[in-house]
């Protein structure tokens, strides 16, 4: 989403003549390439490092564009949230000691970012989804202030006509509906560059999709979306749902804007961005347009700025990119599928993995497609994002465990990889040694999260340890060790209660047992009783909160006769109490005590556009002032 000609709404004219640039500057890249004009025998990697702000409470902290002007560094850019930032690093020749020199680069950056940051009382955090975002901070209010973010969010609504829909499951299921493209906001990636030379691009392409899976198995980072336990790398099913606009019947073989491909690449890059225009409907449209044949024909290096523009509406794992450097063109594969974090370190172990394995496995095999199947490929790359160092891939014909395979033949291909590429033996002992010791650990990332959460204590709220986690990465960070290194997060570390009972999303009871206004009565009483509760909430169909049934009510009407029509017993609309005051997730708890009391109420339903989400009962603050109570007393 980082393309600046995306200027205003696009009317049908305009898209048009958008589509027909888009044509031209296709017909201007295959010329390109016939005639041997794209920079071939280079061989240069890069990198785009995403981060987030968090303040003092470890929450998601908007203050990107005050850090930016503070940083005043072309090398940094804004993102899609208002709480996130980018750096682009400066290319480098794939050799000698890159790795330790890009790592030198991303330390460097981190550094400056931090301090920039710390001017606005905020922090810099290296991770794939921050667990302390929650749905709240994905609105609009929160979307950078620049027009062409607004553009693709009201193009691609447009494009969808109705919420978006999420619907992931891991330990957890998260089913839910979001109404603008804020959602791919809580993703922040570590985003590598290979540039290749032409003849050698399918192939090359063909080898990295085979490659996604291992790499990615190793570099998982992301187990939690708020407080749901989903993939170990949920960012690959959040990019893919957040951003789709695909509303046809499902028998239609429609294909996601965000995918992992449709086939191997048999001769060229052009497949994939003539598959991409097949596919994919124009977004945005330009509001200037330069000719590449003119260009060509003056001597000039055509940017292809509807080509570039269209590519980045279309979110490939393994996405194609044309670029021009010094005033020449030249070809890219971009890595988008590894995650932000843990350490800088980290990443960079994770790109030398990728990039060795690459070119590695380019070697061992001729013709990588003879010894994997596409579906076979694309379903490791899935496999890998939902379970890690756990999962089982297909691989020569055979069901392998990733772990053990990775270590077998994935890290000495990768090293061979990169000792031909003439890549430093200290860079590659050192980067690869990180990857052998994290898989033979089995300790990434998303595992030391879901460990560190396993063994906070049970009654502690949810919230309070998703604080802690976040707490427990920034301290890590700093420390530099790679994840395989780390110890354990503890509670403690999230800054006590004060940071997690401000909002009564922070606590809230979501776990709800609920009945419908045309029930019987008879179910209410059966649940209070089964379940402990001393409140009922009646939902329709729709989760749309419509009553309260209180224990209290319940015993004054069954000590009367409860009205039946023709005999049949009364439903649970007869009884309930209409109309209940009802609060938002981000209510202020101080608020809420306030609003009980002066309400004489001891229950509070919690909605969210109007669904019901959650509850606050006294037995809520009853419990928070127990735990309260114990931790003063054990100091």
């Known amino acids: 989403m980082e393309n600046e000609a995306a200027q205003g709404t696009s009317e049908e004219e305009q898209l048009r003549r958008f589509a027909r640039y888009l044509l031209n500057d296709i017909n201007a890249l295959e010329k390109m390439l016939n005639e041997g004009k794209i920079e071939s025998g280079v061989r240069r990697i890069g990198a785009e490092q995403e981060m987030v702000l968090v303040d003092k409470s470890w929450r998601p902290a908007s203050r990107a564009m005050e850090v930016l002007e503070r940083l005043d560094d072309p090398h940094f850019t804004p993102e899609l949230a208002k709480f996130n930032l980018e750096i682009n690093l400066d290319p480098l020749d794939f050799g000698d000691d890159c790795f330790s020199r890009m790592e030198f680069q991303l ?76 959602l791919e906001a809580a993703n922040t990636s570590f985003q590598v560059h290979m540039q290749v030379s032409p003849e050698e691009f ?47 019947p499902h028998q239609r073989n429609l294909s996601p804007r965000v995918h992992f491909g449709e086939g191997w690449l048999n001769d060229s890059v052009l497949e994939i961005f003539q598959e991409n225009v097949a596919r994919h409907k124009v977004l945005l449209a330009l509001d200037e347009y330069e000719d590449p044949f003119q260009a060509m024909k003056a001597g000039r290096t055509p940017r292809l700025k509807a080509l570039c523009q269209h590519n980045g509406t279309v979110y490939h794992w393994n996405r194609a990119c044309y670029g021009i450097l010094d005033g020449k063109p030249h070809l890219r594969i971009e890595n988008r599928m590894l995650p932000s974090g843990p350490t800088t370190t980290d990443e960079v172990a994770n790109a030398a993995f990728w990039l060795g394995l690459v070119t590695g496995m380019a070697l061992e095999y001729e013709d990588v497609t003879k010894v994997v199947t596409f579906d076979e490929a694309k379903d490791n790359f899935f496999t890998a994002a939902q379970h890690g160092l756990v999962s089982q891939i297909r691989w020569r014909g055979k069901n392998h465990a990733v772990a053990k395979v990775i270590l077998k033949e994935f890290i000495p291909m990768a090293r061979e990889g990169l000792r031909e590429s003439k890549v430093d033996s200290g860079d590659i002992d050192r980067y690869l040694g990180i990857i052998e010791d994290r898989v033979k650990r089995e300790k990434t990332g998303a595992q030391w999260m879901l460990a560190s959460f396993s063994k906070m204590h049970e009654s502690a709220p949810i919230w309070e340890k998703l604080t802690a986690l976040t707490a427990a990465t920034v301290a890590r960070q700093k420390g530099g060790k790679p994840v395989h290194a780390w110890a354990p997060a503890r509670l403690r570390e999230g800054g006590g209660w004060k940071l997690n009972y401000l909002r009564v999303e922070q606590y809230m009871t979501t776990d709800l047992f609920t009945v419908l206004p045309e029930e019987p009565v008879d179910l209410v009483a059966h649940l209070m009783v089964w379940k402990r509760i001393r409140h009922v909430l009646v939902e329709d169909k729709q989760h749309q909160l419509v009553g309260i049934v209180s224990h209290r009510r319940l015993l004054r009407l069954f000590g009367q006769t409860i009205p039946e029509e023709g005999g049949q017993v009364a439903p649970v609309s007869s009884i309930m109490v209409k109309d209940p005051v009802v609060i938002g997730p981000d209510t202020l708890s101080l608020d809420a005590i306030r609003l009980m009391r002066e309400k004489k109420i001891s229950i509070l339903p919690v909605l969210s556009n109007g669904k019901l989400i959650g509850v606050v009962t006294e037995d809520s603050f009853l419990g928070i002032a127990a735990n309260l109570l114990e931790q003063k007393l054990k100091e």
Not at 207 to 219: E, G, M, R
Request: aromatic fraction near 10%; hydrophobic fraction near 45%.
């Open 202 to 248: 399918a192939r090359l392409h063909n080898v990295a999709q085979v490659a996604a899976s291992p790499v990615l198995a190793a570099a998982v980072n992301s187990p939690f979306l708020g407080r749901y336990r989903l993939w170990r790398e949920t960012r690959i099913a959040l990019f893919q749902q957040s951003i789709d606009i695909r509303t046809a």
């Open 107 to 182: 330390n460097y950056f981190f550094s400056k970012a931090s301090a920039a940051a710390y001017a606005f009382d905020t922090e810099v955090v290296l991770i794939g989804i921050l667990p302390t975002i929650r749905t709240s901070d994905l609105s609009m209010q929160n979307m950078t202030p620049k027009q062409r973010y607004f553009d693709l969010n009201e193009a691609t609504n447009r494009m969808r006509g109705q919420d978006y829909e999420l619907n992931i499951k891991g330990t957890d299921e998260l089913i839910m509906k979001h109404s603008n493209v804020m």
